[in-house]
């Protein structure tokens, strides 16, 4: 059985959801390019830490069952991203040491992780499907969180601290029910309900 076959197996053999494997492994590949994201902004090689985050993406395109539509998801996200980091950017309570060609948009490299928060709604937040405000809550503790950590190794600065993580939560409460939407709506790794009949 092949990878992308173990993602769809359940104990019956009937092909549903990612395995535990497979889950621990995205897990484990988003959080490595995650780390390299950020240091190499943190670093000032923000195409490097760009470049592990594609790697992780193409892995987990590489793995699915249905590659197609996760690509899709992985786009949505990004383009999703471009826009939520734009408006964090705009706001002025955070700065980026690299990776910002153009002031006021998000940098590259913090798009490209919202593309590889699309390669995990499907896998390891497959959880939250349906589960709206618990989507939301998440977004507006974990979006903040994670960006803190972000700043904590480098890869961005807050101007004004309590500011920034006010705006972040609240963008991030809005932004993550309508990916986990999406991630239903584009669902690569699991059957089609048509298919486990």
């Given at each position: ?131 709206w405000w618990l989507a939301a809550l998440l977004g ?56 486990r009949d």
């Amino acid at each position: 059985m092949n990878l992308a076959a173990a993602m769809t197996t359940r104990l019956t053999g009937a092909p549903t959801a990612p395995t535990r494997g497979v889950q621990l492994a995205n897990f484990v590949i988003f959080q490595a390019a995650w780390f390299a994201a950020v240091l190499g902004a943190a670093h000032q090689l923000p195409l490097w830490g760009t470049t592990c985050v594609i790697a992780a993406i193409a892995w987990h395109l590489g793995v699915s069952a249905r590659p197609g539509p996760e690509a899709v998801l992985v786009a949505l996200a990004c383009a999703i991203g471009l826009v939520v980091e734009s408006a964090v950017a705009m706001q002025g309570h955070v700065a980026y040491p690299s990776g910002q060609p153009v002031a006021g948009l998000a940098p590259y490299w913090m798009v490209a992780l919202w593309g590889e928060l699309a390669i995990a709604l499907n896998v390891t937040m497959r959880w939250l499907k349906g589960r709206w405000w618990l989507a939301a809550l998440l977004g507006a503790i974990g979006g903040p969180a994670a960006f803190s950590g972000g700043v904590e190794l480098g890869g961005a600065v807050f101007i004004d601290k309590t500011a920034a993580l006010a705006t972040l939560a609240c963008i991030y409460a809005v932004a993550l029910p309508p990916l986990v939407w999406l991630g239903t709506r584009f669902d690569g790794v699991g059957m089609p309900e048509a298919a486990r009949d």
